[in-house]
């Protein structure tokens, strides 16, 4: 059974930095694409950011582009968000996702984990 348990998160003020994990188990992921979403207080799903498990290649949402990064480490199954410059519209709970590179949808998600940060 596919697990995805994300952890990092927490409360932090406007500039600062947090890094989110995301560990993955469960399958081989080799054919996966492994993706950041977030989700704020009324707000619908957003993307964040998304990695191939095993090539290069990666995309961001507008809003964070130049200031969020993703990135995996494969001997550890585990994939990161580092986070940078945060601002207080960052507030959300981010989720961890994964989908076959054969579909666009994400088919196995993490519980969330909450990220706040106050300006």
């Known amino acids: 059974q596919v697990q995805l348990v994300e952890s990092g998160g927490g409360l932090v003020q406007a500039g600062d930095s947090l890094r989110l994990s995301c560990l993955a188990s469960?399958?081989?992921?080799?054919?996966?694409?492994m993706g950041w979403f977030r989700q704020a207080p009324g707000k619908g799903r957003e993307f964040v950011a998304s990695i191939h498990w095993s090539a290069d290649g990666t995309e961001y949402g507008d809003s964070v582009k130049g200031r969020f990064t993703i990135s995996r480490d494969n001997a550890k199954n585990t994939v990161y968000l580092q986070m940078n410059s945060l601002k207080p519209e960052d507030t959300a709970v981010y989720y961890c996702?994964?989908?076959?590179?054969?579909?666009?949808?994400?088919?196995?998600w993490g519980q969330g984990t909450q990220v706040t940060v106050s300006s």
């Open positions: 996702a994964s989908r076959r590179l054969t579909s666009s949808v994400y088919q196995y």
């Open positions: 469960g399958r081989t992921f080799g054919n996966y694409r």
